[in-house]
């Protein structure tokens, strides 16, 4: 099996290649860990690592275009008809629905079923920013009681 072909194998092998330049250059930030890996790269390696990522970031921009029509047209109510079906049909041509464990769907093929599990699996990633909200602000509640200036003044004082 390939590289390419297993994309298990293609996210353990960048994620060792990049653990290892962090761990001999842990001075380096976050993007020149990911740079100097990557110019260790072969070119086809490289198309190889990246296409997940392109793929993803097209992902979100499509994504983008299509909430911007939702979100035109069904923001104000849960059930509001759209003025002009022909421009949204157009609009929503192209779009597409993930859904977790599912293959990709045409928006305007959607079921009301695809809609209720895609609403289910975006409401499963609020739930987890609601949780990372929650603790981003206990921490700057315990930073501020503590009359510290960041997490790391407030370690050094529990730690002195």
Request: include cysteine; charge should be negative; aromatic fraction near 4%.
């Amino acid at each position: 099996m390939t590289l390419a072909a297993n994309p298990t194998i293609l996210d353990q092998t960048l994620a060792q290649m990049l653990a290892s330049t962090d761990d001999e250059h842990p001075e380096m930030s976050d993007d020149e860990v990911a740079s100097e890996t990557l110019a260790m790269c072969s070119p086809r390696l490289l198309r190889i690592l990246l296409l997940p990522q392109a793929t993803y970031a097209v992902t979100i921009m499509r994504r983008l275009i299509t909430r911007q029509v939702e979100k035109a047209n069904w923001a104000t109510t849960a059930v509001a008809e759209p003025v002009d079906m022909v421009a949204l049909r157009d609009s929503l041509e192209f779009s597409y629905l993930k859904i977790p464990g599912q293959p990709e769907i045409l928006w305007l093929d959607a079921t009301p079923e695809d809609h209720r599990a895609y609403a289910d699996s975006l409401q499963v990633k609020v739930t987890g920013l609601q949780d990372t909200i929650r603790i981003h602000y206990a921490v700057a509640d315990e930073i501020e009681a503590a009359g510290a200036s960041c997490y790391r003044d407030l370690i050094s004082q529990k730690v002195a």
